[in-house]
């Protein structure tokens, strides 16, 4: 029996087995063999002048975004309006057969933009393009899911349910679970809060199935069996995730409305240009960008060029953006902003810089 028959056997008795308290025991061991499965199922294959799964696109510019979705969703049309970057676009599926890349510049910012081939179910176990989609869509910064309107959440569950198998983890985040390897000495466990998803039982049977026997296990918050097997695993990525429905000039106005409500959710149509400028604007915040403008002692600020960086960054990051050997030799920074309590203010190099903030480096 081959990997694949055997998910499928696990997935079925999974959906056959009733949900309760005698059955949780059985129902971990068969996530953990499911989880166990899927990893091999990952794992690039090693036959002689293969070559790696992906598409060979080099990262560039600020952050890169992966753009996914069903066949005839208007992914295509998308980048060919936000980026100077023509992908063909057509009324028929599979149109984009490779990965196309565009930069959407915006704010300062160079956003690389990757149009993925269309994503069909099974793509997990390698139909379509889909191992390659996927393995790209590993390196993003953010994934961009790009969802048809008038056929409602059918596609975002089955996209989810696609990328969740292959452990992308989307708008959530890492599992607070300590977890070490040992030589020796059985499986130590211990939790700061009350445990109310899983127990010490369920924690061996579940590291003794991946063939682990001593183990340090520390649950920092309520997880369940499933947050304990990603962190085991130690393979998962977790990415923040916007789910854009097109096609809202097909819909009623009811219908835009709810969809819009949706956490994580904006609503655009690509063929009208309605709403672009604000999926611009959602991106630019879930990257957490910041403009930081630099300044020349007895000059002004240029305004013209600014540094982009995450939100949180420090006068020492500002540095190592500007030159490696730069936080070596400074001295002090004058800030100017909402950053500083007065402008200019005198910082050293942890102040926490915000957008739009002048900073001049003043060196030893």
Same mark, same amino acid.
């Given at each position: 029996m081959g990997i694949l028959e055997k998910i499928s056997e696990i997935e079925k008795e999974i959906?056959?087995?009733q949900k309760n308290k005698a059955t949780e025991y059985h129902l971990g061991l068969l996530k953990a063999k499911l989880a166990k499965y899927r990893s091999q199922l990952l794992e690039p294959s090693k036959k002689a002048g293969e070559k790696g799964e992906g598409f060979d696109v080099?990262?560039?510019?600020?952050a890169r975004v992966a753009l996914i979705g069903f066949p005839s969703v208007g992914k295509s049309t998308l980048l060919s309006t936000l980026t100077k970057t023509q992908s063909e676009a057509a009324s028929y599926e599979f149109t984009t057969l490779t990965c196309i890349p565009g930069v959407i510049e915006y704010k300062g910012a160079n956003i690389q933009l990757l149009d993925l081939p269309g994503?069909?179910?099974?793509?997990?176990?390698?139909?379509?393009?889909?191992?390659?989609?996927i393995a790209v869509a590993r390196t993003a910064d953010l994934v961009l899911m790009m969802l048809d309107a008038t056929k409602g959440d059918v596609q975002?569950?089955? !996209?989810?349910? /696609?990328?969740? $198998?292959?452990?992308?983890?989307l708008n959530t985040k890492k599992p607070n679970i300590y977890f070490k390897h040992k030589k020796g000495g059985g499986i130590a466990f211990n939790a700061v809060c009350p445990l109310t998803k899983v127990d010490e039982k369920l924690v061996q049977l579940i590291?003794?199935?991946?063939?682990?026997?001593?183990?340090?296990? !520390?649950?920092? /918050?309520?997880? $369940?069996?499933?947050?304990?097997?990603?962190?085991?695993?130690?393979?998962?990525?977790?990415?923040?995730?916007?789910?854009?429905?097109?096609?809202?000039?097909?819909?009623?106005?009811?219908?835009?409305n709810r969809i819009a409500r949706q956490p994580h959710s904006l609503v655009v149509s690509c063929n009208m240009k309605l709403n672009l400028d604000y999926l611009l604007e959602t991106l630019w915040e879930y990257l957490s960008f910041i403009r930081v403008y630099t300044k020349k002692p007895g000059q002004p600020p240029d305004f013209n060029d600014c540094l982009i960086l995450r939100r949180g960054v420090s006068v020492e990051h500002v540095c190592h953006s500007i030159h490696r050997t730069l936080a070596q030799v400074l001295k002090y920074a004058l800030v100017w902003g909402t950053s500083a309590k007065f402008n200019p203010q005198r910082v050293g190099s942890h102040h926490i810089v915000h957008d739009e903030d002048v900073i001049q480096i003043v060196k030893k």
């Open positions: 959906a056959r087995t080099l990262k560039s510019g600020d994503i069909i179910e099974g793509a997990s176990q390698g139909k379509g393009r889909g191992k390659q989609v975002k569950t089955l !996209l989810q349910k /696609e990328l969740e $198998s292959v452990g992308i983890r590291l003794h199935e991946y063939k682990i026997f001593n183990a340090e296990v !520390l649950f920092r /918050e309520d997880c $369940s069996a499933d947050d304990l097997i990603d962190v085991i695993s130690d393979n998962r990525i977790y990415l923040s995730c916007l789910y854009v429905y097109n096609k809202i000039d097909q819909i009623s106005l009811e219908e835009v």
